[in-house]
């Protein structure tokens, strides 16, 4: 056999790093999002005798009679 003729071992070979690239890029894209739904913190709490409901907020009416 000549040099020509033996295979490169697969960690000296391109196709297994581009097949491997695609999976590794993922799992970080996941773990950094997991990351920043964890350690985000959610929308600011509303004041007392608010309440929200979707993107509607309203001034409760016990909280107006309080004031």
């Known amino acids: 056999m000549t040099e020509q003729q033996i295979s490169k071992p697969w960690w000296k070979q391109l196709w297994p790093w581009l097949l491997i690239s695609g ?3 993922a799992m970080i894209g996941c773990i950094i999002t997991i990351w920043l ?22 001034q409760l009416k016990d909280a107006q009679a309080h004031k």
């Open 23 to 25: 999976p590794a890029v």
């Open 37 to 58: 739904a964890v350690n985000m913190h959610a929308d600011k709490p509303l004041r007392d005798g608010v309440m929200k409901q979707g993107l509607k907020v309203e």
